[in-house]
């Protein structure tokens, strides 16, 4: 490890290697640390099919095909009733090979990630924790001091430091620039499954939402490589974890209150211990400043039911990445430069968030609103693509009656 660089980037998830990666094969010397140990478990397995263009950047296409992970072609919806809508063929949206994705192991996936910034130039480093990001006297990033795994303590220069430090939100947090989303305090329990029954052919690998009686809680379904299943609820943090029930007891009576959940579970064997995740929706109010950037959730946070989380993070460490390129071609490591991308991020990723509102809202329903506006179907599965970066992305929430609008209006 040297003692200066062009970059720094905290954290080597999806967001942070992408970054890394990028701005290293671009010529600018970079720097990647990871304070756990590779491959470490992570949740967030499913991703949706724009996945596809970071990962085809990064040169990491033909490796995805060639991997064992599931491919996901279809999202299905099952209602309380455990009545199951028509799954969203993302080939018949878009026929090109990019509607066909994957539905990961994310110890395995971030490895792959973090190999292959490695490949591209830059310095690899998991076991190291960064103890703070240095700011000078005008409120500039200009070095990180971190730990190495042997235990030496040191202070590593450089021009940009890169915030990809997932809800550690390490910058986030020393300038007191996070905001929790109110109505997005959620709590997920989640567990592992052996020989839980999946749906034949394209469906297959399909993500699966289903809503539990009252709508109450919802349950992700998402297969994974040798007939493992991850399978998680979530609910209001309330709800789920701030009651009398132990977090078994909560996750088995919601089953029980899942028609659509039972009868894959009939031959199905849980692995492993359950995981708890508390209150993991958030934004920042800044996401850039001099000489840093903020990318993946330590830029913020929505919710897990579409899978945009990985999405999210390569978009942002790809976009990242230009603005850090731009800065070193124009000498200028302001906000405005390095948080060039963020309004059209934000103006994009809101159609989602829009969209997870209207979900929690016990009133919407994907069957019934595709009864009554079949028209708006391509845009429907446009936000479950994520292709939401575009004028049209939001003209779905033009069709919803005002009162349903006003319930996912967001503030």
């Not at 919806?77 to 809508?85: L, N, P, Q, R």
């Not at 289903?210 to 991850?230: A, C, N, R």
Request: hydrophobic residues 40%.
């Amino acid at each position: 490890m040297q003692e200066q660089y062009d970059v720094v980037v905290i954290g080597a998830g999806p967001a942070g290697s992408t970054t890394a990666g990028l701005v290293s094969q671009a010529g600018l010397k970079t720097l990647l640390l990871e304070r756990e140990a590779f491959p470490r478990f992570h949740v967030g397995e499913s991703l949706m099919p724009e996945c596809y263009w970071p990962l085809q950047r990064l040169g990491l296409v033909e490796r995805m095909k060639e991997s064992k992970f599931v491919k996901k072609r279809s999202v299905q919806f099952v209602a309380a009733s455990g009545k199951e809508s028509q799954p969203f063929y993302f080939t018949e949206h878009d026929p090109r090979e990019c509607s066909t994705t994957w539905q990961v192991e994310r110890a395995d996936f971030d490895q792959l990630l973090f190999d292959r910034a490695g490949e591209l130039g830059a310095d690899c480093y998991d076991q190291t924790r960064v103890l703070d990001v240095v700011f000078d006297e005008d409120k500039q990033a200009k070095a990180v001091k971190l730990r190495t795994r042997d235990g030496e303590t040191k202070t590593v220069e450089c021009k940009v430091v890169v915030d990809a430090t997932g809800q550690s939100s390490m910058i986030a947090h020393k300038l007191g620039l996070r905001e929790d989303i109110p109505n997005l305090k959620k709590a997920a329990i989640w567990g592992y499954y052996k020989n839980a029954r999946r749906d034949d052919g394209i469906n297959s690998g399909a993500t699966i939402i289903m809503h539990t009686v009252e709508k109450d809680s919802w349950f992700w379904f998402i297969p994974l490589s040798d007939d493992v299943t991850s399978i998680g609820c979530v609910g209001d943090n309330e709800y789920m974890v701030k009651t009398e029930l132990s977090v078994e007891d909560r996750y088995q009576l919601e089953i029980s209150r899942c028609p659509g959940l039972q009868e894959r579970l009939v031959d199905a064997e849980r692995v492993g211990k359950l995981h708890v995740a508390k209150e993991y929706s958030y934004w920042t109010k800044q996401h850039a400043g001099e000489g840093w950037v903020l990318v993946g959730d330590a830029f913020g946070f929505i919710d897990p039911i579409y899978s945009s989380g990985v999405y999210f993070a390569l978009t942002m460490g790809d976009r990242a990445a230009n603005s850090v390129i731009g800065a070193f071609e124009k000498n200028d490591f302001s906000g405005e430069q390095l948080g060039s991308w963020c309004e059209e991020f934000k103006a994009g990723s809101q159609w989602i968030r829009k969209l997870v509102e209207a979900f929690y809202s016990k009133e919407f329903s994907f069957g019934k609103f595709m009864a009554e506006h079949p028209e708006y179907k391509g845009n429907l599965v446009d936000i479950l693509i994520g292709r939401v970066f575009h004028s049209e992305a939001g003209n779905i929430f033009e069709s919803m009656d005002p009162a349903m609008a006003a319930a996912v209006d967001m503030q």
